[in-house]
């Protein structure tokens, strides 16, 4: 891939393992390109990159109950992010609920692409759109459907 992308990484605490995993298995791609972490997340996948010799761009926001969620759903609306990957936990109530909702809800609204498993986020990091500089996604629409 030619164009560096900023890549938002967030994971719930039950599958942070997971997203470490992912990580490490798609390092050799993430690893040019800047990556956006919750603060606990970032620092297990900047750990887990040292540890195995890798050098990676990461910056690390708050933790995601702390206003990390909120932060880069702020960068989302800026402009500043292309692609997010969030491995939910949807088997366990979350107490920042709300900042997770609206993470979600920008990514949407701002037409920034969102994984929220492991083969959607391969899926989108391997996609040739990413380079292909004819490729310019349609602006969202809202319009009343009005039917005929």
């Not at 039950?14 to 990556?35: G, I, P, Q, T, Y």
């Not at 500043?80 to 949807?90: K, N, R, T």
């Not at 319009?143 to 005929?148: A, G, L, W």
Request: charged letters at 20%; glycine letters at 4%.
């Amino acid at each position: 891939m030619n164009k560096q992308l900023t890549i938002a990484l967030v994971a719930h605490d039950h599958r942070k393992a997971d997203m470490v995993d992912w990580a490490k298995f798609n390092a050799e791609f993430l690893s040019h390109h800047h990556l956006v972490c919750t603060g606990t997340t970032g620092g297990l996948i900047k750990k887990a990159f040292e540890e195995a010799g890798i050098n990676a761009d990461i910056q690390c926001m708050n933790s995601g109950p702390m206003g990390g969620d909120a932060e880069i759903a702020a960068m989302v609306v800026r402009n500043e992010i292309d692609l997010a990957v969030f491995l939910i936990d949807d088997l366990n109530a979350q107490p920042h609920e709300a900042d997770i909702q609206m993470l979600l809800r920008q990514c949407r609204l701002h037409n920034v692409p969102i994984a929220c498993n492991r083969i959607s986020a391969d899926l989108m990091i391997s996609s040739s759109l990413w380079d292909d500089e004819s490729y310019c996604p349609a602006p969202q629409t809202y319009q009343n459907f009005e039917r005929k």
